[in-house]
């Protein structure tokens, strides 16, 4: 019965492994969208009664976003999209020429990218800490430990910042993050993270990993609207940091000198699309009713663990991760040298659009490994698993 309530789910034959780029809508969420837009021009558009209703959104889904994390609504910035968060976070610090900003070799590229113009604005060195290196490496102490001690080996006595992600959006890894969290302050360090891959799949009290900075969207696992995205900063940091965009939602109000809200508004620039807000606490609430997160994590991970032993058991299917996941990402190659029909000699990207427009099998390709990614959901089933390993079975 929950899954009736997606409408994209609902299509015949398709079958939706694409979670960790964009979840799919429920239909109240949805409606919910029209419903708030015919609402502003009945109120009036940039009436006070608009901007009333606009404000009380703003605040229930900060606060909505807050309770998920164990945190207070102040410490949470409203952004549009992780990229959004993890600029705000790596502009944030006052670089100096000389310093050092440390990520892992398994970011995105769009991070990287923000990295390269850091770099080339204050003269800060970029470095790279061999993260590909532990995909195999899971969440008992001994992996855990390595993954820190490895970590630590490339911080240097101008590492200012630290960027990685709490789940690795190629291999799905998922770091030891609030030791390696604690070993970065112990060095004096700030830690902004990539949060696309866990919001919405791992179970989070943000107090206690402590990270500085946590960057995520809402459109992946919690399956709420694109265009919606927030940012957690820790408030003991708030005297270190300075606003990276400059708008009115940033500022008191007070004249003739601007002054600095003290709280995560601070970051915020202008007018949102307020409209999205109640369907991301309506898409937060529906998972809610499916059970609590860490029943839903339990969920994913008994599904994409028998998603990678299934692929295992394939003779010409080779997993990134040699290791059962500990998340919903399931990245898996075809082996060329071992199948040899003519749709397993494309590229990988070429594979994916061929599973959709000839099966609706909606799976992700990505260059870095060059694989296949699978994101497995708690809404998946047993049917879509099968159903998809038969097909990749068939492409031999």
Known sequence: MHRSHFPALEVENRTYFNYGGQGVLCGAALESITKNFHHIEQLGCFSNAAGDWMMAEYAA????????????????????????????????????????????????????????????????????????????????????????????????????????????????????????????HEHHVLVAVDAAQSVGVLSLNLGEIAADFYAFTTHKWWCAPLGLGALYIRPEIFDQIEPVFVGWRGLTGKTPIPQWKQDGARFEVASSTYTLYEALRLAIAHANSWGTQQQRYQRICELSQLLWQ???????????????????????????????????????????????????????????????????????????????????????
């Open 310 to 396: 299934q692929l295992n058991d394939l003779p010409h299917i080779d997993c990134v991760r040699q290791v059962p996941p500990e998340s919903g990402l399931v990245s898996f190659q075809i082996n060329r040298d071992i199948a040899k029909s003519a749709i397993t000699q494309k590229s990988h990207g070429l594979i994916a659009r061929q599973l959709e427009s000839e099966h609706q099998v909606f799976i992700r390709a990505l260059p870095e490994p060059d694989c296949l990614r699978a994101s497995v959901h708690y809404l998946t089933t047993m049917a879509d698993l099968d159903r998809l390993v038969s097909i990749i079975a068939t492409l031999a």
């Open 61 to 184: 889904t900060k606060e909505a976003i807050a309770q998920e994390f164990q945190v207070s609504a102040n410490t949470i910035t409203l952004t549009e999209n992780t990229t959004i968060g993890c600029n705000i976070a790596l502009w944030a610090v006052d670089w100096q020429q000389g310093d050092h900003l440390l990520l892992s070799d398994c970011e995105h590229h769009g991070i990287i990218a923000s990295a390269v113009q850091i770099q080339k604005r204050f003269g800060v060195e970029i470095d790279y800490f061999p993260l590909s290196n532990t995909r195999n490496a899971s969440s008992n102490d001994k992996d855990s430990t390595e993954v820190v001690d490895l970590l630590v080996q490339h911080l240097q006595p101008k590492t200012r910042l630290v960027m990685l992600s709490h789940i690795c959006w190629n291999t799905g890894q998922v770091l030891p993050l609030t030791a390696m969290v604690k070993a970065c």
